[in-house]
Each structure stands twice: as C-alpha cells, then as structure tokens.
C-alpha cells in the first residue's frame, strides 16, 4: 500500500490552524506519520505496537 493510498487524519488537538502539525495514517501493517505542511516528503512507518507504546508514554506524559 503506498501512502497515497492510506487516509491520513490530523489529532483533533491541532485545531484549525494546521501549523506544526503531523497526521497519521492507520494502515494494516504499519502506522504512517508524516508532517501536514509536506505531504509529499514522505512518512516515517513504525509497527503498531511501537506507534502504541509511544502515544501511551506521551498520554502519561500530559
């Protein structure tokens, strides 16, 4: 699947605004994130369990 594919969404915590933003794509294999002011730069893919782990720390976080 390439990441033109793949239906990308943005945190509702970015607001409206769209600055510094990243947005993530759910695929079955992997998680897509790319920034949203360059979406044609590429996407960093991390397992789910991995992607899982981190917004669990950055949840603990807030």
């Not at 002011?37 to 960093?44: C, E, I, N, P, V």
């Not at 782990?53 to 976080?61: E, H, L, N, P, S």
Request: charged fraction near 20%; aromatic fraction near 8%.
């Amino acid at each position: 699947m390439t990441t033109t594919e793949l239906t990308w969404f943005k945190s509702s915590y970015s607001g409206s605004s769209g600055d510094n933003c990243v947005e993530i794509a759910i695929g079955t294999e992997a998680v897509h994130i790319r920034d949203s002011k360059d979406t044609q730069r590429g996407s960093l893919t991390l397992p789910p369990d991995a992607w899982a782990a981190f917004t669990a720390r950055m949840r603990g976080a807030l």
